[in-house]
């Protein structure tokens, strides 16, 4: 099984509609992250969180929302999808106990919004 | 800040060939460097990573990179190309170094095509 696993792997919405993607994760790391990618832009930060009670806006937050139910669970939530949220969207983890910012990702949640 | 440009969105060479991938840094702090692999439909994984230690860094498949700081660089290469490579990879700087803020900043990307 994946470390980090992300849910839906798939996803076919419309404009307006309200979107979960969820995060868990079994690598006991307390920081974790979701990062969008769109082609020749590489991957962009939405938010972050370095635990349970502390969530951070990345570069790109406007549009989304998260929630750290717990520390091995992230969400990233749409609450009104446009379709130029349609991307790639990866959750991450890293630990701060080797302090050198690697990061281990999921596999991926495809978003399309039409 | 820092900040990562990866120079070409698309290489291509043939199996056999030697690879060579580029990325420039810009960073105020001494840097924390890596290249990921994104094969299709999967997600990054690490190949390589420079934390101050050599300058010269072994990842996995084969590949390598050296950090230098004078010119600000920290390309990647694999002295023959496998068709197994074909991939996107991706360049990142650690944002604040040794004293990161648990952030990576990533560059555009370049896909690595490998003809027969």
């Known amino acids: 099984d994946a470390d980090v696993t992300q849910t839906p792997r798939n996803r076919i919405t419309k404009t307006g509609k309200r979107i979960m993607l969820e995060c868990s994760q079994t690598?006991?790391?307390?920081?974790m992250y979701w990062y969008r990618q769109d082609p020749g832009l590489g991957l962009r930060l939405i938010y972050y969180s370095f635990d349970v009670k502390d969530i951070n806006k990345g570069e790109i937050s406007d549009g989304y929302s998260v929630s750290r139910q717990a520390q091995a669970k992230f969400s990233l939530s749409l609450e009104s999808a446009i379709p130029n949220q349609t991307a790639l969207y990866f959750c991450?983890?890293?630990?701060?106990?080797?302090?050198?910012?690697?990061?281990?990702f999921g596999e991926g949640s495809r978003l399309t919004v039409l | 800040a820092q900040s990562v440009t990866q120079l070409g969105s698309h290489v291509s060479v043939s199996e056999g060939a030697l690879v060579l991938l580029r990325c420039n840094y810009s960073s105020s702090v001494p840097p924390y460097l890596f290249w990921y692999v994104q094969y299709p439909n999967q997600g990054l994984q690490l190949l390589l990573k420079y934390t101050s230690a050599a300058t010269l860094v072994k990842g996995i498949n084969g590949f390598e990179a050296e950090f230098k700081k004078s010119e600000t660089s920290f390309h990647l290469t694999k002295p023959s190309a496998h068709m197994s490579d074909a991939a996107e990879y991706f360049c990142?700087?650690?944002?604040?170094?040794?004293?990161?803020?648990?952030?990576?900043?990533f560059g555009q990307g370049t896909t690595l095509q490998v003809k027969p």
């Open positions: 690598k006991g790391h307390d920081r």
């Open positions: 991450a983890t890293s630990d701060w106990q080797t302090n050198t910012g690697e990061l281990f």
């Open positions: 990142a700087v650690s944002e604040g170094g040794s004293g990161n803020t648990g952030k990576l900043i």
